[in-house]
């Protein structure tokens, strides 16, 4: 039987395969830009822009972005629930950990977006 299939409750198979697809893509996101670095002799602003121009960087930025924030809510849920026994004070702390990471996106959306 299939239940709670709509419902915004998380289960630890899901939070293992969304944290470890994030890694894959901040890590993939990581090698890139290290990649980047290392091939350009010298970066200047007009090279940095013409990176950040194109529209597949900015959704590989983004989507690494995205990825950053749902890795953050989960990983920190789940140090917080091990270490944080005041349900008070976890709520407390995830909420401005969850309202960071997402203020994080919104910036980063309305930073890539204005190039």
């Known amino acids: 039987m299939v239940t709670g299939q709509a ?33 350009t002799p010298a970066i200047t602003y007009v090279m940095w822009n013409d990176l950040f121009s194109g529209l597949a960087m900015k959704v590989f930025t983004f989507v690494t972005l995205v990825s950053i924030m749902f890795h953050i809510r989960i990983g920190m849920w789940q140090v917080l629930t091990d270490y944080v026994k005041a349900p008070g004070l976890r709520a407390f702390i995830q909420f401005v950990i969850n309202l960071t990471a997402f203020v994080y996106v919104v910036v980063g959306l309305f930073v890539l977006w204005g190039v």
């Open 7 to 39: 419902s915004l409750k998380r289960n630890g198979v899901q939070d293992y395969v969304t944290t470890r697809a994030t890694a894959l893509i901040m890590t993939a996101f990581s090698l890139f830009m290290g990649w980047y670095f290392i091939s």
